[in-house]
């Protein structure tokens, strides 16, 4: 078949699965984890959470520099991934024993591994394909890759909480340690299939016996740039009648050339809404934490367990976007409502802080109650509301950013989307651990999340207003032109689990 994708490309998406089932298998008890086999408190065991999340979205900067600069994807793969079992392996054994340090220690590693391989394997799938410009079997392969990651996530949020039931943590945390210990393997054994892009001047991790190589020259990272024109205009005081009127970054001129400077500037026009993504981070990932501990009050009738949950988010994902890439936003641009990006990034603020709204008036509610006498169903409205604004923000986010970045910054934007993720996760740790301290109450916090983002979505919407579009458009008049240059940004560095864009899925 013409549009048959290379053996090599399936053995990507199989260890993305097993990956992916390993992560969020984890991930969906390890609040249960903290609060019935560690006992600690909900509030700490939320922060705990949100520090482990925020570990995985810091490491992959260091991932992305050691792949594209000194190893190759491959190499960087692997021994990620080998951090990424050990870690598996401690956390199990030392949850049999209920070990607080060896915990820390599993969870350390495996933030390491995960982080450190996930701005790799996407885009070293893609680089299966003989011919990185046919758009279909491009699309074809991340179409695929998306729906793996989004069926290893519903069913680690099915499988893992059934294991924890009947067998206990121990062997909950270890059933992922043998599903990425199988990812491991059939990754490398599949090298003598793969196309093997290094590094300039890094040819010792792949054998050209056995596999095809080639050495690439990567383009020079635009983090040193950054750094370079923004230190120039540090240390270039304004004694010269030359550098009035000008602004802060074109002092940096002539040291720096003028295409750096205009880059930079560029750069710096999305970083308003940059600094306020963290707050949409730090509610989202509650989800894992605070929504299962608020299950774990209500009535789960006689076959859910709290973290069986999340799968309503990741199914809701799969028919919704979809959905509203098909019917919804082509219904909305017949009637002349223009869906912009950030149109639909400031709806998406605004339905968290609804959603977080909701939340905490069932809170209310709950703390009213005796012998967990409301059902848990009473969970979804909030669910699909969040849902919903991930659609608008997480799905968005990405491609807003990549196509407003310069062609010098493109991998530089997409790093630092990821890394509001971290900021956000590590802004919702403080908050639980202070809340600890002080004793605050689940609904006071809930309440507080919600005013954050809604003021958040405030300045947001407000910037929103009357930001021009790199090709010279004001909100709301059009949309940018991305094209091709928005499917080459799935090569550099994917984003979260839940925002995968699957919209190639409707098309």
Not at 372 to 382: A, D, G, K, R
Request: neutral net charge.
């Amino acid at each position: 078949m013409a549009n048959k994708l290379p053996t090599s490309v399936y053995s990507i998406i199989v260890v993305e699965f097993l990956e992916c089932y390993s992560y969020y298998a984890m991930r969906a008890i390890l609040t249960m984890y903290f609060s019935e086999s560690l006992h600690l408190s909900d509030s700490t065991s939320v922060s705990f959470f949100l520090y482990t999340s925020a570990l995985a979205y810091f490491t992959p900067c260091v991932g992305g520099y050691l792949s594209d600069s000194r190893w190759g994807k491959f190499a960087t793969i692997s021994r990620f991934g080998s951090i990424y079992v050990v870690g598996f392996l401690v956390l199990s054994f030392s949850a049999l024993q209920s070990k607080m340090s060896g915990t820390m220690i599993g969870l350390v590693l495996i933030g390491i591994g995960t982080g450190g391989i996930k701005p790799c394997v996407s885009s070293f799938g893609a680089d299966q394909l003989p011919d990185p410009n046919d758009e279909k079997k491009l699309r074809k392969y991340f179409s695929t890759f998306y729906f793996a990651i989004n069926v290893g996530a519903l069913l680690s949020y099915i499988v893992s909480p059934l294991v924890r039931q009947v067998a206990g943590y121990g062997a909950a945390f270890f059933l992922p340690a043998v599903f990425m210990t199988l990812a491991l393997v059939v990754f490398i054994r599949g090298k003598p299939t793969y196309i093997i892009n290094l590094p300039k001047n890094d040819r010792k991790d792949a054998d050209s016996s056995t596999s095809t190589t080639s050495t690439i020259s990567t383009p020079p990272s635009s983090f040193p740039m950054l750094g370079n024109v923004v230190w120039t205009a540090l240390c270039t005081p304004r004694v010269s009648p030359e550098h009035d009127g000008k602004s802060f970054l074109q002092l940096a001129g002539p040291s720096c050339s003028e295409t750096q400077i205009k880059a930079t500037v560029d750069f710096f026009r999305t970083f308003k809404f940059v600094m306020i993504m963290p707050f949409f981070w730090m509610l989202y990932d509650q989800q894992g934490s605070v929504w299962i501990l608020q299950a774990k009050r209500l009535d789960m009738g006689s076959f859910l367990q709290p973290e069986n949950m999340g799968a309503f988010n990741t199914l809701l994902v799969l028919v919704l976007l979809p959905l509203f890439e098909k019917f919804l936003y082509p219904a909305l641009e017949r009637i002349h409502l223009e869906v912009t990006a950030l149109r639909r990034m400031s709806c998406g603020m605004v339905l968290a802080s609804v959603a977080f709204f909701m939340s905490a008036i069932l809170e209310r509610a709950i703390s009213k109650s005796f012998d967990n006498s409301i059902s848990v169903f009473w969970q979804l409205p909030q669910y699909a509301v969040l849902t919903v604004a991930e659609i608008g923000v997480s799905t968005t986010g990405l491609e807003f950013f990549y196509a407003e970045a310069p062609p010098a910054y493109k991998t530089a934007t997409a790093s630092l989307f990821l890394l509001t993720t971290a900021f956000g996760d590590m802004f919702g740790g403080v908050l639980y651990s202070l809340a600890n301290v002080f004793g605050e109450t689940a609904e006071t916090i809930l309440f507080v999340c919600a005013m954050f983002m809604l003021v958040a979505s405030f300045f947001f919407i407000r910037e929103a207003k009357v930001y021009i579009y790199r090709k010279g458009e004001i909100e709301g008049e059009s949309e940018p032109e991305s094209g091709i240059e928005l499917a080459e940004s799935k090569h550099l560095i994917p984003t979260r689990r839940e925002g995968f864009d699957m919209s190639s899925v409707a098309a």
